[in-house]
């Protein structure tokens, strides 16, 4: 229910909304010197919900067992947010690895670039003016888009819950995009909403649904396209893998269908991908 309220504004106005909404905890936190100046105010957090320091944590976990990231690597990290996954990352990677980012939302890359790249420099953060009904109305379409890095440049690729708020054409794009910039043999860690898997064990709360049927992807919102976006299993490793000459290396399924949380596990599915 407020999740649909909240679509019903535009981007900018989503942004706002949280500031406002927040303010007061935001208020509260400065005066009682609780406020972490290391992660943004609450307001700013335009990324997600939960716990920001600990989602960090367990996705650098991930980015370590599953998409076997080493501390000398090349990392680019595709929607980087506001820091979310690059803040965990400044203690991991070390002086000869080095990390860029990139992401539509001005507000996010300018707190990154002043609260992170300042004390990292091998830490880079971009603005690329793209369009997404869910985060920014104004900008070049994102399935168009020539990644700015040069081929073969990176050995570690990732996007946290950024394919899930886009597109089939987007997606796609971004997919050969992400095969030019890596290296042979190189990893993207990508999570997904991927609807047609057979779960392991019977769901104890399937909440989260998907009631617009597109055949090889389903959507939850038809007004705001990139709210939440699912695909087919098979799609994802013919078109999107296969046919930019990458392989599924790990499929680990999320708890977002109603399985039982771990450690081990995102709420998104989480798909590794190596350039073969
Ligand atoms: C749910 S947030 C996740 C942010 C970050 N990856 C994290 O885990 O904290 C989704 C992000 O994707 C970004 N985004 C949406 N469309 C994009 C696009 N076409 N290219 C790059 N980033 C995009 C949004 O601006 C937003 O920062």
């Known amino acids: 229910m407020l999740r649909k309220l909240y679509y019903l504004f535009s981007p900018s106005q989503r942004l706002m909304v949280r500031r406002l909404a927040f303010l007061p905890y935001d208020i509260w936190d400065s005066l009682t010197g609780k406020r972490n100046n290391n992660i943004p105010p609450r307001g700013m957090i335009f990324t997600g919900a939960g716990d920001f320091i600990n989602a960090g944590k367990l996705f650098l976990e991930f980015f370590r067992q599953y998409g076997e990231l080493k501390p000398h690597h090349r990392v680019l990290d595709v929607g980087s947010g506001i820091g979310r996954m690059a803040l965990p990352l400044t203690t991991f990677l070390s002086e000869e690895g080095s990390y860029e980012g990139f992401d539509i939302v001005n507000t996010g890359v300018k707190w990154c670039q002043k609260n992170i790249s300042t004390h990292h420099p091998n830490f880079n953060f971009k603005l690329i003016a793209l369009k997404n009904d869910l985060y920014s109305s104004e900008g070049d379409e994102a399935a168009e888009l020539k990644f700015p890095y040069n ?107 109603g399985l039982e949380k771990n450690k081990d596990i995102d709420f998104q599915d989480i798909l590794v991908f190596e350039k073969v």
């Not at 997904?192 to 939850?220: A, C, E, N, R, W």
């Open 151 to 257: 081929n073969e440049e990176f050995d570690f690729v990732f996007l946290t819950s950024v394919f899930t708020h886009m597109v089939p054409s987007e997606t796609k794009n971004y997919m050969k995009e992400i095969s030019r910039v890596l290296k042979p043999s190189g990893k993207c860690l990508a999570t997904f909403f991927v609807f047609d898997y057979q779960l392991p064990s019977t769901p104890i709360k399937p909440s989260f649904g998907f009631p617009v049927d597109h055949g090889y992807y389903k959507l939850m919102d038809p007004r705001v396209k990139s709210a939440n976006v699912a695909f087919k299993y098979d799609y994802i490793e013919k078109e999107l893998a296969h046919d930019n000459k990458l392989r599924i290396k790990k499929f680990v399924p999320g708890y977002w269908q």
